[in-house]
């Protein structure tokens, strides 16, 4: 029994209050659930609507409308055709029997001529406009040619013309008939289905024509009212065209109606230009209207019907259900209903993204874990197991058989234990026969000693190779659970980005765009992505500036002070003609810039060198310098080399960790060929926001940093890439300063001095002696001065790569803007 719990602190009228709510609202929920039940699926809709449209009239001779709404629900819906029928058929009636009779005929000889077009293989969405015309057209003639015998010019275009309208209606029809025959459509509808819909309503509301309640004129009314609704739900474009398209197709069915159109267009301007007013905004502006096109009216329409009429519409107006104007408001392009339908459709789908590369993450994340599993036993225990199945393999070909074997393996255990392990290790190293001590206690305690020994030493072999074998799979599944891990915290890191909706900043666009305005500055468009500190993030679209250079000059100093950090232009594209706009993206300046330098040679002064350098920007605020050496010189070398900074230019563009980067491409280089080539790697990796540096040096040479008059030397013992499988990646750590020269170099240039004995103070010696700051000048001293040591030849291919850290200073002072106060931050 499930036990409740009261908030008595809560009053006990609001509780009620609040139950009552709940259950009102459960209960008009059942109640639209059951109407829109009544309405879509068993077709009242179709049947009220097909029954006005059986009773509409052009010019009250033309019935252009019976027609297309039937070809249209017999193509579309085919199961709905007899309520279709019936209340077409209906309407037509309703109004004379000739009428009804002449809709019949239509639909009788429009089912005739769809069998015969069966025998032409044409999509029927793509013939019924014109299977609709030729009905239309051959029905009415032939209706003339019985009722008068003789056919006149005025009778074939009268035909024409109904026949013309059809062929259009059934198009329009094709487009709005899907939208009241089933409930689940579309989200958003495009403008011109928006168009056909409307026009379908008009030609509606025609049928109510001659209708009338207490003197007011059923269609006014309703047509007043389908404006005012999209007036306040779409604004006012949409408002005027609802009124132009009513009071046209209102006007043709009744020409003393013709000033409805001027009234409608009017009213639609105005509710929509009040829409902000909320109801009563809309509806102020459609008697408004009423009143002023009113005055203009004809003598048989009084102002005061014309406002009595205006009144019942905005009286349905106000009655009609919140709910039902936002879902109107849903399927109309560009209200804000729609948009805010839209985001979170987009909204949705970022979700199951993300959660679906989450899912990716955590899968990765377990084949990781899998792999790294022989990681978590103990290495001693694991090395105690190898050593017993080892002696249990020659206990089976020696002891098995023997006598003693109770005795040895039984009673003295522990002691047969510990001489044979001494004998493996013994044999293992090589200093068996100079241990004379322990092959005497072996003879002594064993009568096989000489057959245990000569077994061991046979096992030996086979156990050392297994323990090799293993170590190369262990060392290839830590590889393989290092990366797996690397490329899970990739994806977690990508799926964390993709939650990270982004925040509206519209309060905070418009004051940005106003007070670059009050500057005299115009601004198009501003659209801000991120105004965190240190990752600002903002778009701007700008008139043609005559390249000029407004928006580092200008702009960017006075969003410096607005947000209070330096702000630079990250990229700018500006406009080929002064009536396009030029698009500018600004973000935070980094605290450090890094200027390089870089002077290479290949040996022999020829055109390939077996060194590649980079220098790769990265998109966290770093910045990479890399220097690889390929085994030998020539294009193979040059190969290995550039192929190596690819690599790894591609696995840190991704995010993941530099070690795990460096250890991906030494498994490709050593898996995907027998040959024994090998690479070395130079990689200094900076942090732009506060200098801090890390160095992994694999198999290269030592970097220096000069400070002033100190020489601070960088290096870490590592092998080659490619040599082996698995190695521990030493990282050098450093924090860098304004004004530091980090100096970066392949071992052509550092062992390249000739009658040098100490190449490292050489090269400090050197470093120290520079007089100039500039990193292309320094480079081509260094290689300069190797160079002349040489006298002139170069037997090595050679790369020197400079770098200067220094503060990131803009070009231009902030510009103080007074009448923004700040309010962004």
Not at 230 to 245: I, Y
Not at 339 to 350: A, V
Request: charged share 20%.
């Amino acid at each position: 029994m499930q036990k409740t719990e009261r908030n008595y602190s809560q009053p006990v009228g609001e509780v009620v209050f609040n139950r009552s709510r709940l259950e009102f609202s459960r209960f008009f929920g059942r109640v639209s659930l059951k109407i829109e039940r009544l309405m879509f699926q068993h077709g009242l809709l179709l049947l009220m609507v097909g029954f006005l449209l059986g009773r509409a009239l052009i010019l009250m001779k033309i019935m252009p409308f019976a027609l297309p709404f039937f070809a249209s629900v017999y193509v579309i819906k085919r199961d709905k055709l007899g309520i279709a029928t019936i209340s077409v058929l209906a309407g037509a009636f309703s109004l004379s029997i000739q009428n009804g009779g002449m809709v019949f005929l239509s639909i009788f000889a429009f089912l005739l001529f769809n069998r015969l077009s069966g025998f032409f293989s044409v999509e029927p969405l793509r013939k019924l406009p014109f299977l609709v015309f030729a009905t239309m057209l051959i029905t009415k003639v032939g209706v003339f040619y019985v009722i008068d015998r003789d056919l006149t010019f005025y009778d074939f275009t009268f035909a024409a013309v109904e026949a013309g309208l059809s062929f259009i209606l059934t198009m329009i029809f094709l487009q709005s008939i899907p939208l009241l025959s089933s409930k689940s459509r579309r989200q958003s509808l495009k403008v011109e289905e928006v168009i056909c819909l409307i026009i379908l309503l008009a030609t509606v509301m025609t049928g109510t024509s001659g209708w009338s309640v207490y003197g007011l004129s059923v269609e006014h009314i309703l047509s007043r009212y389908l404006v005012v609704v999209f007036a306040f739900v779409a604004g006012s474009t949409t408002g005027a065209t609802v009124g132009v398209v009513c009071g046209l197709v209102l006007s043709l069915a009744n020409v003393s109606s013709l000033y409805e159109m001027s009234l409608l267009a009017f009213a639609g301007l105005l509710g929509g230009l009040l829409k902000d007013g909320k109801r009563v905004g809309a509806a102020l502006g459609l008697i408004v209207g009423s009143l002023l096109i009113g005055l203009y009216a004809q003598a048989d329409q009084p102002v005061m019907t014309n406002l009595y009429e205006s009144l019942v519409a905005v009286g349905l107006f106000f009655l009609t259900p919140l709910i039902i104007l936002k879902n109107i408001g849903k399927i109309i392009p560009g209200t804000t209903e729609n948009l805010n339908d839209q985001q979170q459709y987009l909204r949705k789908i970022r979700d199951v993204t993300a959660h679906r590369v989450q899912q990716f993450s955590t899968v990765f994340n377990a084949l990781s874990n899998s792999f790294s599993q022989n990681g978590f036993y103990d290495e001693g225990n694991d090395e105690n197991k190898e050593v017993d199945y080892f002696l249990s393999n020659v206990t089976e070909r020696t002891c098995q058989l023997c006598f003693k074997k109770e005795q040895c393996w039984g009673a003295q255990f522990d002691k047969t234990y510990e001489y044979m392990t001494q004998i493996m290790e013994e044999v293992d190293n090589g200093t068996l026969h100079q241990n004379t001590r322990i092959s005497r206690e072996m003879d002594k305690h064993c009568i096989k000693a000489k057959k245990v020994i000569d077994i061991i030493d046979q096992e030996l072999t086979y156990f050392k190779a297994n323990q090799k074998i293993n170590k190369q799979i262990q060392d290839s599944r830590k590889i393989v659970a290092e990366q797996l891990m690397g490329v899970s915290q990739v994806m977690e890191n990508f799926a964390n980005e993709i939650k990270r909706e982004r925040e509206n900043w519209y309060m905070q666009e418009e004051q940005i765009q106003a007070a670059i305005r009050d500057f005299g500055i115009e601004i198009n468009q501003i659209e801000i992505y991120n105004l965190e500190a240190g990752n600002v993030d903002i778009e701007m679209w700008t008139p043609y500036c005559h390249d000029r250079g407004e928006s580092e000059k200008l702009i960017a100093p006075m969003l410096s002070d607005i947000l209070g950090e330096t702000i630079m232009v990250k990229h700018e594209e500006c406009a080929a003609y002064p009536q396009e706009l030029c698009h500018v993206s600004f973000g935070s300046a980094k605290a450090f810039v890094v200027e390089t330098g870089v002077a290479h040679a290949a040996k022999g002064g020829g055109f390939v060198s077996g060194d590649s350098y980079s220098m790769i920007e990265l998109g966290a605020g770093k910045y990479a310098l890399a220097i690889s050496d390929g085994m030998g010189n020539g294009e193979r070398a040059h190969y290995e080399s550039n192929e190596t900074l690819q690599l790894l230019k591609k696995i840190l563009q991704t995010g993941i960790e530099e070690k795990i980067a460096i250890k991906a491409v030494n498994s490709i280089l050593a898996l995907r060929t027998s040959d024994e080539i090998f690479a070395t790697l130079d990689l200094a990796m900076i942090d732009l926001q506060d200098a801090h540096s890390k160095f992994l040096k694999i198999g290269s040479t030592p970097s220096f940093v000069k400070r002033g008059d100190k020489i601070i030397k960088i290096q870490a013992s590592n092998l080659p890439m490619g040599i082996i499988e698995d190695f521990e990646v030493d990282v050098v750590s450093e924090q860098l300063k304004a004004g530091d020269l980090l100096i970066m170099m392949s071992d052509g240039v550092f062992e390249g001095p000739k009658h040098v004995e100490n190449y490292e103070m050489w090269m400090k010696r050197k470093v120290a002696e520079l007089q100039t700051s500039d990193p292309q000048e320094i480079a081509d001293l260094i290689m300069e001065e190797v160079i002349r040591t040489r006298s002139g030849m170069i037997d090595d291919d050679m790369t020197v790569m400079v770098a200067q850290i220094k503060h990131n200073t803009p070009k231009w002072s902030t510009i103080p803007v007074y009448s923004y106060g700040k309010q962004a931050q």
